[in-house]
């Protein structure tokens, strides 16, 4: 098996010349480090109520992406507000916290390249009206608010998302054994 910092095959094979075998090296390494952006997923109590948990995971994983850490929990109203802080002037902002601690969720981390951006498509529009069918939002659901799902909006977020939701030791670090045949 290749470990994570050896040369891609066709770089040792075409007898590159060292410099650009050396720039070979260093966007194989970026890329790398872009395979492992991560983004916070949450199916939110109506998705659980509906049913919806297998359907939703199953997306993540036929697309390629990997998941980091998964839990199922009720969340407090405290966490609640933090993780909508950004919202709080909003008129919907009491009503959504209701929502989202009304009955448990499933609280995800998945990683892959691009994935926080490819995440939100997958997701559709905040508005389930304005959702294509074959995204998540377009396919199961119809009122923005009970819209089933979320997903962090920028690498930035994803990282407090993240870090609001999860411990540390709650986030596994592995190597899927799919990973060279999605990622070149
Ligand atoms: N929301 C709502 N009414 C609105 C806008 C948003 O109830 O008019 C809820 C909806 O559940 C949405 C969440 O607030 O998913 C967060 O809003 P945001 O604008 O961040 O949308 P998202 O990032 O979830 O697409
Ligand atoms: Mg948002």
């Known amino acids: 098996m290749p470990t ?59 697309k390629g992406f990997k998941m980091s850490g998964m839990k199922f929990l009720q969340a407090s109203e405290d966490m609640l507000k933090q993780h909508y802080i950004d919202l709080k002037d909003r008129p919907f902002y009491p009503g959504l916290v209701k929502y989202m601690g009304s009955g448990p969720v499933v609280a995800m981390a998945w990683e892959g390249l691009n994935v926080v951006k490819t995440g939100r498509v997958m997701l559709g529009e905040t508005n389930p009206a304005d959702s294509k069918p074959g995204t998540i939002r377009g396919d199961y659901c119809v009122e923005v608010g009970r819209n089933i799902i979320h997903g962090s909006d920028s690498v930035e977020s994803a990282k407090k998302e993240i870090k609001l939701w999860f411990k540390p030791e709650e986030l596994v670090s592995y190597k899927s054994c799919a990973k060279d045949w999605i990622y070149e």
């Not at 890329?31 to 991560?38: D, G, I, K, S």
């Open 4 to 62: 994570a910092l050896s040369f891609p095959s066709s770089a040792r094979l075409s007898g590159l010349n060292s410099d650009s075998q050396s720039s070979h090296i260093t966007s194989s390494v970026s890329a790398m480090a872009a395979n492992t952006e991560q983004t916070f997923i949450a199916i939110k109590p109506d998705g659980v109520q509906r049913g919806l948990v297998g359907e939703i995971i199953k997306r993540f994983e036929q």
